[in-house]
């Protein structure tokens, strides 16, 4: 039976154990943009269980960088670290039941087990050795303070699920043998607090990476003993590096802060990860977030992996970067460009503006800014070699910068059309432009490549381009 779009409810729920990345930034968008689709509900839960690897800053990381893209959570963020009172109720009455049962097998008992079960080549899991331990002698080991911990008792029984976007799911559970569920009655881990939470907080779908399939027949055992409801499940593929490995570190970057901080746009690293393990069975390529909203469905996510194509997310970069005003690009650019231009020349806002145009077209991120147009704010550094075109000698090279100057000088209107209308009519003369423009360039901004040379001269003003070509005559002296 169809969900009416108000209990449609779905979570992220990622444990704050490092930065926010690419995998669990999807997941958030999938559910986000699922449950926005059908009218439901997001909600956020920080899966905090494991206090030795959690961290604060990690969480504020996931959080911050969650609102940056654009993925906002209708409840929370709920910490399950808060919430050991609930979790008390559900866990005392599975023991209280004989469905859980405290185990107090040593380290070293539980490793030669292991052990001995690898060698023979079965599966290594829990023998069950405390099961039957009467209530006497557990009243007596706990008084004693031996170490505890508290095991589920699995059924033995075939558990399957629908998966909504890989289809039916079978698992044996004698397979998976009596898993921890808590450490003690108020220290639950995460497959069980995560059972109750999406009780309590009635999500109606997982959706999740696929990374955690071999969970989920756990948790639905967990649910069946505690007479849950079962959810709806839909795993998502993997992310894979180019090279068809599940992505990791060893591909570069994953962290979507730093992905920011080199200045990718949030509506770009949007539409390239929706793309990851979705597309719209059309041409399509440009989706903001509404229309992701609009044309989204669970139904067609992939099941095999999804390439992530650092080159797609640079193009998709680029195409966001040419839709901003310029007003708005330059504000994006200022973190990346000096505060204050330390002796250079003085560049004020509408200066700055008419820089930032000039390479709105090149740029793929924010950051690449600082390089192209750093002598802009400072004079450039650069060798006499550069100033060289093809087999120019230095003599060569000091007409070229001669007749610069004297033609430089002579303008009045300075602007960009002027500039080339006078420089263009001696260049063409030489038979090869180069010999005068190359050097131009050179002089202007320490580069081989840059913004067109007439563009940059209006912008240094004409002062501070015949200052340039002055140093350049004193690196060929
Ligand atoms: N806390 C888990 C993680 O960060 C997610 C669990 C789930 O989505 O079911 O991987």
Known sequence: MALKSKEIRVRMAPSPTGLLHFGNARTALFNYLFTKHSGGKLILRIEDTDIERSDKAFEKDIIDNLKWLGIIWDEGPFLQSERTS?????????????????????????????????????????????????????????????????????????????????????????????????????????????????????????????????????????????????????????????????????????????????????????????????????????????????EFSLEKVQKSGAIFNIQRLDYLNGFYIRQKSIDELTELCQPYLPASPAGGPKIDKQKLQQIIAMHKERLKKLSEIKELTDFFFKQPQYSKE???????????????????????????????????????????????????????????????????????????GKEETLIRIKQAKELIL
Request: charged share 30%; glycine share 6%; proline share 5%.
């Open 86 to 294: 609930i979790y008390i109720k559900y866990l005392d009455k599975l023991v209280k039941d004989g469905l859980a049962y405290y185990c107090f097998c040593t380290q070293e008992e539980l490793e030669g087990k292991k052990q001995e079960q690898m060698s023979r080549g079965v599966p290594a899991k829990y023998n069950g050795k405390c099961h039957n331990l009467s209530e006497e002698e557990i009243k007596k080991y706990l008084s004693q303070g031996k170490p505890s911990v508290i095991r589920f008792k699995i059924p033995e029984k075939k558990v399957s699920f629908n998966d909504i976007i890989r289809g039916k799911i079978e698992f044996e559970s004698s397979l998976l043998g009596d898993f921890v569920i808590a450490k003690d009655l108020s220290t639950p881990l995460y497959n069980f607090a995560l059972v109750v939470d999406d009780f309590e907080m009635k999500i109606s779908h997982v959706i999740r990476g696929e990374d955690h399939i071999p969970n989920t027949p756990k948790q639905i055992l967990l649910q069946e003993a505690l007479n849950l409801p079962q959810p709806k499940y839909g795993h998502l593929p993997l992310i894979l590096g180019p090279d068809k490995s599940k992505l990791s570190k060893r591909h570069g970057t994953q962290s979507i802060a730093e992905y920011r901080k080199q200045g990718y746009l949030a509506e770009s690293v949007i539409n390239f990860m929706a793309f990851l393990g979705w597309n719209p069975g059309t041409e399509k390529e440009i989706f903001s977030m509404d229309s992701l909203i609009k």
């Open 386 to 460: 550069l100033l060289r075109w093809k087999k120019a000698d230095d003599e060569q090279i000091k007409q070229s910068l001669d007749i610069l100057e004297k033609l430089l000088f002579k303008i009045k209107r300075w602007d960009k059309a002027e500039i080339e209308n006078v420089l263009m009519v001696e260049a063409e003369q030489t038979g090869d432009r180069g010999i005068l423009l190359w050097p131009f360039r050179v002089a202007l901004s320490g580069k081989k490549a840059s913004a067109g040379p007439f563009e940059i001269a209006e912008a240094l």
